[in-house]
């Protein structure tokens, strides 16, 4: 548990370099591990994210934190849309040049870049999606107005992050997952890179949440810009999608 909570208090103090290292060993493995630990759910609730962004038909959108590609190949695949996708780590982002090669690689393009000052002037971009990430960094309002702000006035914007179930005896049940069976899950599936993400996630999630209730998240998303803010959880509630549109 001091390990544990340890890690979270890192990816406090320097979230940028903590990302790099937390992601560096993952991105080989990272699509399917992704689906195997989280018992395919991560699959449902990508697909949920990106229903809301395909439906606007964009024609160009940005996905932050892209990671090895599969939410930008998932909009590709759902949409007629160009895409950039920007993440800070180069590692991810080879990954996601090698997967994008199969058939994509003439409607997807990769930045490396921080979500904290993205490389694209003022609406810029039809839509933006962005997956596990408000975890990963200082000032989550300060990232959801940087990331508004490269948005067409009416483009949406939508998102897809981990969530702690509001019911108890569910609540129980994903914490033991989380505190015990993930890190075990991913050391014996992934490595020792794995365990590390496995053992950070659980109280990472939490931390979060007590620091950042989703009450307060979708506050930050309208003091940002964003309007019309919805969201719904998914799978018991450890998964949650919300999506708005850009404030004229
Ligand atoms: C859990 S992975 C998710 C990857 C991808 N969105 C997906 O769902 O498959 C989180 C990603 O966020 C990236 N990341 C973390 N902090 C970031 C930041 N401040 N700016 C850009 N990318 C960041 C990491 O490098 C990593 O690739």
Same mark, same amino acid.
């Given at each position: ?24 060993? #993952?991105?080989?493995?990272? !699509? ?14 990508r ?16 996905d ?6 599969a939410v930008a190949?998932q #909009? ?53 999606t962005?997956t ?63 365990? !590390? ?52």
């Amino acid at each position: 548990m001091i390990i544990f909570n340890r890690r979270v208090r890192a990816s406090r103090r320097r979230p940028n370099q903590f990302s790099r290292e937390l992601f560096a060993p #993952l991105p080989k493995k990272y !699509n399917s591990l992704a689906q195997v630990l989280s018992f395919a759910q991560d699959r449902r609730w990508r697909t949920e994210m990106i229903r809301h962004v395909a439906s606007s038909r964009p024609m160009l959108a940005l996905d932050v934190a892209c990671g090895p590609g599969a939410v930008a190949i998932q #909009l590709a695949r759902s949409s007629e849309a160009k895409i950039v996708g920007v993440d800070l780590s180069p590692e991810m982002l080879h990954a996601a040049s090698e997967n994008i090669a199969h058939g994509y690689a003439d409607r997807i393009w990769l930045v490396r870049g921080h979500a904290e000052e993205l490389p694209f002037p003022d609406a810029t971009f039809d839509a933006l999606t962005f997956t596990y990430l408000l975890r990963y960094v200082a000032d989550p309002q300060a990232v959801l107005k940087e990331l508004a702000r490269v948005v067409k006035p009416g483009g949406r914007i939508a998102s897809l992050e981990f969530a702690v179930p509001a019911r108890a005896h569910w609540r129980a049940l994903w914490w033991i997952y989380t505190r015990v069976v993930l890190p075990a899950a991913g050391l014996l599936t992934g490595g020792r890179g794995w365990m !590390n993400v496995g053992s950070f996630l659980g109280p990472s999630i939490s931390s979060h949440y007590r620091r950042y209730p989703i009450d307060w998240t979708v506050d930050a998303w309208r003091h940002a810009g964003i309007d019309h803010v919805e969201w719904r959880t998914m799978s018991l509630g450890g998964g949650l999608v919300m999506w708005g549109y850009r404030a004229d």
